[in-house]
């Protein structure tokens, strides 16, 4: 696991796997070889202020995903911009996978790791450590009323 720190602002980053899901659904019905199967590694700032998980639209591109609408987004600085949403990415970070989907954004070269990654995959961040761990490392605990 790759960290990189951000003293200014808090934030740091890791590395996760991101795969086309209907890349794997066409492997496992014989229709695609494992080989072409469209997978990437990347740079992900830890952001849980963020309610989605965003990645670079080259990124989206790079994987194929498939395009599924368009969200208004709100930037730190308070203004709005129209972006595309594609899925279903699998991301794979400290051997927990999640289907997502995505905003696709121009200008980034990293992913934003938001709320809704932390949430399924059961991550705690550790702003002290600068770390994105599993809030226990045997299993995904699942949180119902």
């Given at each position: 696991?790759v960290r990189l ?113 932390m949430e399924n ?22 949180e119902i009323e």
């Amino acid at each position: 696991m790759v960290r990189l720190r951000d003293p200014e602002m808090g934030r740091f980053s890791v590395e996760v796997d991101l795969t086309n899901n209907d890349d794997l659904v066409l492997h496992r019905a014989g229709a695609l070889p494992a080989d072409r199967i469209r997978r990437v590694r990347l740079s992900g700032v830890v952001d849980s202020g963020s309610a989605r998980l965003v990645l670079p639209e080259s990124v989206a591109m790079q994987l194929g995903l498939r395009p599924v609408g368009e969200t208004t987004v709100r930037y730190a600085n308070q203004s709005t911009a129209q972006r595309p949403m594609y899925g279903d990415v699998l991301l794979t970070y400290a051997g927990r996978s999640g289907l997502f989907q995505v905003v696709g954004e121009p200008a980034r070269v990293s992913a934003l790791i938001g709320a809704p990654v932390m949430e399924n995959l059961d991550l705690i961040v550790d702003c002290t450590r600068q770390r994105l761990e599993p809030r226990d490392p045997r299993q995904i605990i699942s949180e119902i009323e």
